[in-house]
Every structure is written in structure tokens, then in C-alpha cells.
């Protein structure tokens, strides 16, 4: 693999976790809150 297609790869790569983690931090803080809520 050359190292363009290395750095498509890495940035398409990336991308994807920040989606994901930005879909996944608003569950975290709903979470927290229940588990205050309930604790």
C-alpha cells in the first residue's frame, strides 16, 4: 500500500471514530445523569 492510499485510509478512518464518537458522548452524559438520578 503506498502512502496515499495509507493517508485516505487514516483520515477516512478518523472521520468515522469522530462520528461515532460524537453519536456516542451525548449517550454518555444521558447516562451519567440517570445513573445520578437513580444513585
Given at each position: 500500500?503506498?502512502?496515499k492510499t495509507a493517508?485516505?485510509?487514516a483520515v477516512r478512518y478518523t472521520?468515522?471514530?469522530q462520528v461515532?464518537?460524537?453519536k456516542l458522548l451525548p449517550l454518555l452524559k444521558n447516562s451519567k445523569k440517570e445513573i445520578?438520578?437513580?444513585g
Amino acid at each position: 500500500m503506498d502512502r496515499k492510499t495509507a493517508m485516505k485510509n487514516a483520515v477516512r478512518y478518523t472521520q468515522h471514530t469522530q462520528v461515532s464518537f460524537q453519536k456516542l458522548l451525548p449517550l454518555l452524559k444521558n447516562s451519567k445523569k440517570e445513573i445520578q438520578k437513580t444513585g
